[in-house]
């Protein structure tokens, strides 16, 4: 018996924003708020915000666009945020739902499934619209599967390779047969479109993939995985069901020594810090996976790693394979996806997984909030 992923899906949201469109709109709230703060910056009381440019966020970041789920409040400049009307639960099939089951439903197709054949859902994400009940069991209802399990987890930006990981794990104890794991973001939702240090790293997407236990493989045959998880706060997303009880505790008197909380608990990073503290560890549990697995890394053909950076993916590959290691090793959708986290390394394996042949050996990798870092070593079958 093994454990195969047989089928992947990819669902593109209907928008797209360029960088030129994304920096038009950013630099008019600049020039909005410096010039409604004009005496206070003279004053040296309030700090003038710097506009952006498309030159610039492609040179650091590789980036030329986005997919997003709404476009128009994105680029609006008294509002900056995607304006997605709420979905009655229950009455109406919620946004992350749609998206996942989308993506699921072109898995199943390229697997050759129908939804009754899976066992289980593992709905792997950064972000959820909401608590409970699991999105995971929305997704199995609507593509119409009977029985058998679903739950969300979340790893932020590693949710993809640790979901495969419990997928695999969950089949070779007997729990499952066959697993999808979804992996949703909405990320034009957590982002802060008015920094510019990070406005423009994220898009939407929703992906999908078929883990089974076979007789007889196909597709790619899931070897192990690696798991590594170390706390930080480099980066970071607070926002949560507890913002209410917070805001209170600062409105009463009963904890005078509280300050009010910060209102803006969306996407933050320190992105030096990051780029400085996980390429290295990203390149070491490599390293070490394929060591422990007693494969020279010569033998590594294609890396479909998390799409966070041009300049990280650049670095990795480099460490990992050497200073001139073939870029195609480790190709990139990043120009025109952005950072979609979670979903990024299974976008690039949906786009890249015919270009190996019988017998050749991959590397999934994501990394992100935690730290988290997740490896997935594969082979075609």
């Not at 499952?176 to 979804?182: E, G, L, Q, W």
């Not at 510019?196 to 007789?215: K, N, W």
């Not at 209410?244 to 009010?260: C, F, G, H, N, V």
């Not at 959708?333 to 394996?349: L, Y």
């Amino acid at each position: 018996m093994t454990t195969c992923i047989t089928g992947t899906g990819l669902y593109i949201p209907p928008y797209s924003i360029s960088n030129e469109e994304l920096v038009e709109s950013f630099n008019q709230y600049v020039e909005n708020y410096n010039t409604e703060h004009a005496e206070e910056i003279a004053a040296e009381t309030v700090t003038a915000l710097e506009p952006s440019s498309a030159a610039f966020i492609e040179k650091v970041s590789g980036i030329k666009s986005r997919y997003v789920m709404e476009k128009e409040g994105i680029l609006n400049t008294e509002i900056m945020a995607p304006v997605i009307p709420y979905r009655n639960l229950g009455e109406e099939l919620s946004v992350m739902a749609e998206m996942g089951a989308a993506a699921l439903r072109d898995a199943l197709a390229d697997a050759g499934l129908e939804a009754n054949d899976l066992d289980g859902i593992i709905l792997a994400c950064s972000n959820f619209q909401r608590t409970y009940p699991a999105v995971a069991i929305e997704i199995q209802n609507e593509i119409g599967m009977i029985g058998g399990f679903a739950y969300d987890m979340n790893v932020a930006c590693s949710a993809a390779t640790f979901g495969l990981s419990q997928a695999h794990g969950s089949i070779i104890s007997g729990l499952a047969k066959r697993i999808a794991v979804v992996n949703v973001e909405i990320t034009s939702a957590h982002l802060n479109w008015r920094n510019r240090d990070s406005h423009f790293i994220f898009g939407d997407v929703a992906t999908a993939s078929i883990v089974e236990e076979l007789d007889t493989p196909k597709g790619y045959e899931i070897l192990n995985s690696k798991l590594f998880t170390q706390f930080s706060t480099n980066i970071k997303n607070e926002y949560g069901f507890m913002d209410r009880s917070e805001y209170l505790a600062a409105q009463t008197e009963m904890y005078p020594d509280i300050k009010a909380p910060v209102t803006d608990k969306l996407f933050l990073q320190n992105g030096r810090k990051v780029f400085r503290e996980v390429c290295p560890k990203v390149s070491e549990i490599i390293t070490e996976h394929l060591q422990e697995n007693d494969i020279p890394t010569s033998d590594v053909k294609m890396m479909w790693l998390h799409q966070a950076n041009a300049n990280m993916l650049d670095l990795i590959l480099r460490t990992v394979v050497g200073k001139d290691a073939d870029k195609s090793i480790a190709p990139s959708v990043i120009a025109e996806f952005a950072n979609t986290s979670s979903a990024s390394p299974m976008i690039v394996f949906h786009r890249h997984k015919d270009d190996l042949v019988s017998g050749d050996l991959g590397v999934i990798c994501s990394f992100g909030a935690g730290y988290s870092i997740g490896s997935v070593l594969v082979r075609k079958v």
